[in-house]
């Protein structure tokens, strides 16, 4: 359980790689279809294989990741600044302000 947050960070860290440098040692498009390559099982020119329209499955993962963290961090983004800002109005008014943001939050 000590080594927990270390494994958190290894893995963000390696998965923000991918992020950043998903399509730099790729030649493959994520959505280029070759028909010679239509369903090819995981070999060294493409890691994890194909699928039926012979897309590399390596690289259509990257991307997916790429949507995937764009949404989670501009999600929480997002979060953070509409907390901050009830936070801070419900902190400075107080009284019957902060009880009515305190039951929407509660609501939701």
Do not use: C
């Amino acid at each position: 359980m000590r080594n927990l947050p270390i494994v958190f960070i290894i893995t963000i860290a390696l998965i923000s790689l991918a992020y950043a440098l998903g399509f730099s040692f790729s030649d493959y498009k994520y959505n280029a279809m070759e028909i010679d390559t239509i369903l090819q099982p995981p070999s060294m020119l493409h890691i994890f294989g194909t699928d039926p329209l012979g897309r590399d499955l390596l690289v259509r993962m990257i991307h997916g990741s790429q949507m995937s963290l764009a949404v989670a961090f501009l999600t929480a983004f997002m979060a953070l600044i509409i907390g901050t800002v009830l936070g801070t109005i419900a902190g400075y008014i107080g009284g019957w302000v902060d009880e009515l943001i305190m039951k929407l939050i509660d609501f939701i």
